[in-house]
């Protein structure tokens, strides 16, 4: 399994600041996922981060306000940009690994709360 | 477009019994099917992972069953304790896109 680690674990923001996510693994993968959890929600994927290219994003979501870097196989970062209290959510990072490559592995989420 | 439905999306159940959590998805077409929990503001830990070709998995007192010609998945849980109380999540896989259900919110009764 791979073993994913986030931080911040969780923060509270102010309207219309950005706040960067951290996501390390302790393997090397091709690709790693974002996610956002809305309260009371499942998971809406928002994009998944190539190393060496610019990510792709889901429907709904764009990289002026969700940017993503992926400077190497087991890092990438999440930053949400200009915040409201609309993107208060748990922000997940998940890899593929396994056997067959596709096992679906999460860290442990930032809780943001934006006031 | 795939839907994935989890059926109920609450359970109470007492300490000791055995429950059934179900999970139905409308594109039969999938690489695998997912299961997961999450506890209260966590993560989510996997389960178990069934590739398309197989019919079931098991692990300790979990043990999963996939229908892919009908789109159904279930969770059975074995002798539940307290703590397994959490919300359990199905999640299919198909193109590298995963798609999640609503999840069932199971609480256990000491």
């Known amino acids: 399994s791979a073993v994913i680690s986030q931080k911040p674990s969780r923060d509270i923001c102010q309207r219309g600041t950005s706040l960067t996510i951290q996501c390390q693994v302790d393997?090397?993968?091709?690709?790693m996922f974002w996610y956002r959890q809305q309260p009371g929600q499942s998971l809406t994927l928002i994009a998944t981060?190539?190393?060496?290219?610019?990510?792709?994003?889901e429907s709904g979501f764009v990289i002026d306000k969700f940017p993503i870097s992926r400077p190497n196989l087991t890092f990438s970062t999440l930053t949400v940009s200009n915040m409201s209290p609309e993107d208060s959510s748990i922000y997940l990072c998940?890899?593929?690994?396994?056997?067959?490559?596709?096992?679906?592995?999460f860290g442990p989420g930032t809780r943001l709360t934006v006031l | 477009k795939q839907e994935v439905t989890q059926i109920p999306a609450a359970l109470s159940v007492p300490e000791g019994e055995n429950l059934v959590l179900n999970c139905s998805f409308t594109?039969?077409?999938?690489?695998?099917l997912q299961w997961f929990r999450q506890d209260p503001g966590k993560g989510l830990t996997s389960l178990l992972l069934?590739?398309?070709?197989?019919r079931e998995q098991t692990s300790g007192r979990l043990n999963a069953s996939l229908d892919k010609s009908s789109g159904r998945s279930t969770l059975y849980i074995a002798a539940s304790q307290p703590g397994d109380s959490a919300t359990y999540l199905c999640?299919?896989?198909?193109?590298?896109?995963?798609?999640f259900g609503k999840g069932t919110r199971l609480h256990i009764l000491p």
């Open positions: 998940s890899v593929e690994f396994g056997f067959e490559g596709n096992e679906q592995f």
């Open positions: 393997s090397q993968v091709t690709m």
């Open positions: 981060a190539n190393q060496g290219s610019e990510a792709t994003y």
């Open positions: 594109d039969s077409a999938i690489y695998n």
């Open positions: 069934i590739q398309s070709s197989q």
């Open positions: 999640a299919v896989n198909r193109d590298d896109k995963i798609i």
